[in-house]
């Protein structure tokens, strides 16, 4: 009870510091400063630049542990410019990033001015920029002339001179429209960008002559604090998900040594931020420590989404996932807190599923979507691995379905093009991908999982990536590159069938080794071809019954790939079914006493060996933001909303209880919240945006005062839900 | 005299300076280091960041005037390794820019150690350096571990571990050689890298109540220091490099503006270096000044390369071109010192080949050619210009030729792969390039020049490119691109002379539009297919007449193509007529006063007009690279000494008196220079390297005591230069 009650003053007091903080650290409501001046930089910049910083900050037991793949770079030198109509005479203040020329129509200020006389009428207003640590950013602030994304920039301008002085053709020059986010304060320019933190105290504290060991009660992520140090000599902190770990200073994951030489009684801060729930501190004699506290580091999000049901556990798995998913949301969608902090796209695609469904923070998932993608040229996959790469395209295709932003495809569209130009250069005389040196084929951690030959999985992938590259060819008006993506969609779709379906097996098999069908099936294609729509009514049910619930088949042991078991499962009516995995799985974690979600759990584990992972007794994370998936798998398929076209201009409401007795609930949308309460005799709903679908089964019509509803056969019924309307559904549950 | 008297001081002094400041400047003689450990880097880097800095200091009036090409950044994650057997336990001391780990065989040490303990046996020691503002680099200095370009280096290990521990296959990893140049200093790490001064103070100053007006001689380049400053107020620095430049506040090219506010009397120096010959200070009454000087500020290289002659004039023009590309000489071969300051490829390209007759520095045409090329994607052409771009595959040919340096060409072959292919992705339905929105087709400052259509000096260039390209994949082993570029510039040398060989005019046209050729003859593309040696000899006589030596086709007035211009006579033997030409077109700046040779000279100009360009009064730059183009004609033509295989392993001595009595010389080469003295009667010859060939014409039989002539008939003899010989040959001149 103590953990709860600590954990809801805790989110009272970050929503208040998010008011309190919004300048800061660039997280604030952008619609309140509509239309005044931001922070503006080369779009995707900012994001690779962070991310460079965020990556870097990893350590293993004291040593500098950075990432395996290509770091890029923003562009050092930047011209951003726009066209105003200023109506009368106005000052500009400028404040620059970095050295740096302005000009009206071109001609040029003296030296770096602060301030700028814009006249009267129709003028173009540029700056040039350069700046190689941090990103070329500038804030122009006048009364019309204000920085903003309408601004253009570009990384070469092309604007040369002949003898005579005649400024060159630029009509080979692509502008893009700048980057921003939400750095409105000139005074905060996006280099000083920090998220924020709070005080913590521990629940627990034991103190002997020289160590004090501490327990903050559950999982969570910030700087140790050190109040009253004093002293000279060594002093070391190890970090501890797990009690056992924070006591082995042998084998913990992560710690501190510090050479202190204090005089004075002072408090001092650890410089990186660790994840933890217990502390060792350990130290000489000469040294001596009043008492230890941490700051909380968090990034300051809404969480709008929102699940309650009959089931008290259901629940408690639904906030454990939800802090799960608060604590690896940090500047990026992170893989988990303690280990590797970086940004890996297998494991942010399912952040970006389950944050659709609480913060709905866009920004978080287009800058780590960015920072993904870095930089041309492509050298590797994304973080070295093939499905890796595929999820990236994905993560788009889900992007545009749940906000319905096409500027960012814009943009971007060009990345994805050389990122794919990039796969298809990489594939086989067969046209598929096999794993080339350099290549990671993922999948899953799975004992014995056959990385060999051309792998069913790393197909389908690739084939729904190709899909997703037809549709924004389509979005970008590239009529051709549509024809060309959707034709190698289709050929690769039709082959994956051909040469992986076994009718014997009923399911698609693993791989083909030099032609030939391996023996091996595995759920990982098949669960993911059943939501991809892939499969006929047939062959879903033959791959139901043969492979996902078939206990012969390998079983899954990480919530990443639990999620899309679930996931296929639940998209196929077997919500009574998932229910009862999600309370035996997830809940298993519960009773071992988790307080956030791990990166692996197998339920035939037990003792200190649950801690276990990478040959390193606590090599395991047990805040795996990819163990959070309750909250994608509770929203979108028991409380049943979903977008069906971009941006839940039109939407599709499906509960289903799977055994519950009751369920309510919120999914947030881009322009206000869909809110649902469901029983077996009752629907209570109300949408703030777009058309509604309720879809029910009922054993006779239900009844509607504020609607009509439509009989659809087989005992089901459709109502339609208009924007801010309130239904209430009387209905008799199947 | 006393011009020539304070360059003499300043040279010494500049070769004192050369040993001084060697660790403090990274220039230093390496020889006397070898096997010592020296800052290491990924290849391409430092020149890349180098360049970034050097080219962001360029201002136009007190504004901040960049490049408008795309600036690429270093990348900031390096892993650097090396296996070592180590004789007996030996302490390493590391020095790092950036964050970083340091392992012996896989095993990390905590936090970022200054030293570490190697134990004797065979080891691998790797350290992985994170670095965004600067270069990663590493200084590693122990007994037998030492770094130096022998490590190996990557921006990707792609080094993951799977669940249970275990290392990647690694085999997909590219790793190049480390870079590095002489900072063997641990101390002086590349980031601290300055050009070194030296005061240097007016020959005439004149000082009036608010004024101090000084002329330093000559051209020269640096820092304006301010003596004895003090007061409250406005102060500017006109500089000029005439003294109607630095008379002209209105107008000069380049000032300072600074806002004083000194109550105690110091000595202050400005920030950015500028070319000047007058300073023009001008401040407000508040404000008192002693004097003006300032620090010269040179890259300290050292003067191989000698030519002295019969000819006064001829021996000044040589030494004012020595002094022109000393100037021009800088982090970088740049274009001038008064303006751009940047690195262009077609002015850059034209120093390396003053460069092998002068400093034969290479790090400089490395480093130069490096930060040309940038990194990928190739976004458009090297600065923005077709010919630049092919200029940069040209040098590689030449550096090739005179250095022998295969490692250069194998580390950065795939930068040559990656540019051809951005070139062949641009060649249009003929296969042929014309220009592309964004592209400049330069060739020259010509008024009226036409750049519609394909011209024929882009095909011819774009050839040349593609020869170079299949002598690179050769030495590269890779058999399939050499005869894929060599298919390539075979089909484009035939369709060249099919398409632009006009029987009537004797000569290549300039240009097609749309399929046919133009009317226009000019001397571009022909006299460059004379050197390229691409014309029969019938067809190289036809040129000659019909354009070299015909005053109706458009005359050449930048030094800039006059040395492609004279470089072809002198290739069919013209030395005699090229002298005139020389002395006076040369000797033209000479008698207006130039004290460095200029970007554009029309002895058809006169007054203050000679230093108009670009619709400036002042816009012509009065020290330009281009300028200095005797150097290379009187090395390769006069003394006639170049090499015939890579590295002057085989060497030609063919010289030409060109109408003068008597010459003497040296030319540097990779290890040691070959001296000769010329007389219409007498050569004297002696080389430190490979065999060369002596050959001349004579009217009888040569004698030489310790050699043997051989008669080659039509008065031609040969004699054969063994290293380190002295050759002295009798003979009589045609």
Redesign the interface.
């Known amino acids: 009870m103590i953990k709860i009650k600590l954990h809801k003053l805790l989110f009272y007091k970050a929503l208040l510091a998010v008011f309190a903080v919004c300048n800061l650290t660039g997280f604030s409501t952008a619609s309140a400063q509509a239309k005044k001046a931001t922070w503006i930089y080369y779009p995707g910049d900012f994001e690779v630049?962070l991310g460079?910083?965020m990556q870097?900050r990893r350590t293993?037991?004291?040593?500098?542990?950075?990432?395996?793949?290509?770091?890029?770079?923003?562009?050092?030198?930047v011209e951003f410019h726009k066209d105003f109509d200023v109506p009368a005479t106005e000052e500009v203040k400028l404040y620059v990033e970095g050295?740096?020329?302005a000009k009206v129509d071109g001609q040029?200020?003296?030296?770096?001015p602060k301030s700028i006389t814009v006249p009267a009428g129709h003028h173009k207003v540029s700056l040039?920029v350069?700046c190689?640590?941090r990103v070329p950013a500038i804030f122009v602030q006048g009364k019309t002339v204000v920085s903003d994304d309408t601004w253009l920039v570009t990384?070469?301008?092309?604007?040369?001179?002949?003898?005579?002085?005649?400024v060159?053709?630029?009509?080979?020059?692509t502008y893009l429209n700048a980057g921003a986010w939400n750095f409105n304060d000139p005074l905060s320019p996006p280099s000083k960008f920090r998220l924020p933190t709070l005080p913590q105290h521990a629940v627990k504290s034991e103190k002997k002559a020289n160590s004090i060991f501490l327990d903050f009660g559950k999982e969570t992520f910030g700087f140790v604090k050190l109040h009253g140090l004093k002293g000279k000599g060594k002093l070391h902190i190890y970090y501890g998900e797990s009690r056992e770990e924070a006591m082995s200073v042998e084998h913990c994951e992560t710690l501190d040594?510090l050479d202190i030489n204090e005089p004075v009684k002072k408090d001092s801060v650890m410089e990186l931020s660790k994840a933890l729930r217990y502390v060792n501190a350990q130290y000489d004699g000469g040294i001596s420590v009043d008492s230890v506290s941490m700051l909380y580091e968090y990034a300051p999000l809404t969480q709008r989404g929102a699940f309650r049901c009959s089931d008290d556990e259901v629940n408690k798995i639904y906030d454990i996932s939800k802090y799960t998913l608060q604590l690896a949301t940090r500047e990026f969608f992170i893989d988990g807190i303690k280990r590797d902090r970086w940004i890996w796209s297998g494991d942010a695609y399912q952040s970006y599923a389950m944050n659709y469904y609480s913060f709905f923070d866009s920004p978080t998932v287009t800058r780590t979507i960015l920072a993904l993608r870095g930089k041309?040229?492509v050298?590797?996959h994304i973080n070295?691995i093939m499905d890796y790469t595929f999820y990236w395209f994905l993560s788009i295709n889900d992007y545009y379905q749940y906000t319905g932003d096409k500027s960012f495809i814009k943009q971007f569209y060009p990345r994805m093009q050389?990122l794919m130009d990039y796969c298809l250069a990489r594939r086989d005389s067969n046209g598929m991908m096999a794993g080339?040196?350099?290549?990671?084929l993922f999948i899953d951690?799975a004992?014995g999982l056959s990385k060999k030959g051309e792998l069913s999985f790393e197909q389908l992938l690739f084939c729904r990536s190709l899909e997703t590259m037809a549709t924004c060819a389509k979005l970008n008006n590239d009529a051709e590159g549509a024809a060309k993506y959707q034709a190698l969609a289709d050929e690769l779709k039709a082959k994956i069938f051909k040469l992986y379906w076994n009718d014997q097996k009923h399911a698609l098999v693993h791989s083909l080794i030099d032609g030939a069908q391996s023996d091996n099936v595995t759920r990982y294609t098949n669960m993911f071809a059943i939501f991809f729509n892939y499969f006929n009514e047939q062959q879903k049910q033959d791959v139901k019954t043969n492979v996902l619930l078939n206990d012969k088949i390998q079983k899954i042991t990480t919530p990443y790939m639990r999620f899309y078991e679930l996931e296929a499962l639940c998209a196929m009516g077997e919500q009574g079914y998932v229910l009862k995995q999600m309370k035996d799985y997830w809940g298993g974690m519960l009773k071992l006493g988790a307080t956030s979600f791990w990166e692996?759990y197998n339920p035939d584990k037990t003792g200190a060996d649950v801690y276990a992972?990478?040959?390193?007794p606590f090599?395991k994370s047990l805040c795996h933001a990819w163990g959070a998936s309750p909250i994608y798998l509770l929203g979108k398929y028991y409380l049943g909303i979903k977008p069906l076209t971009p941006g839940y201009q039109s939407y599709l409401v499906e509960p289903n209880l799977g055994g519950l007795k009751w369920m309510e609930g919120t999914v947030p949308t881009p322009d206000g919240n869909i809110k649902m309460y469901c029983s077996t005799s009752q629907i209570k709903i109300k949408g703030d945006i777009g058309t509604g679908l309720l879809r029910i089964k009922s054993k006779s019509k239900p009844v509607c005062k504020t609607g009509t509803i439509q009989a659809k056969g087989n005992n089901g019924y459709e109502l339609s839900i208009e924007k801010g309307k309130d239904y209430i559904v009387s209905y008799s549950a199947l």
Chains 1, 2 share one sequence.
């Open positions: 630049w460079n910083k870097n293993d037991r004291g040593s500098f542990l950075p990432v395996l793949w290509k770091m890029d770079s923003h562009y050092v030198l050295i740096y020329n040029a200020f003296i030296g770096y040039k350069y190689q640590d990384f070469e301008d092309k604007e040369w001179i002949d003898a005579t002085g005649k060159s053709d630029k009509s080979g020059t040594e041309d040229p050298t590797s070295t050389t080339l040196p350099g290549d990671w951690w004992d692996e992972m990478y040959g390193r090599g």
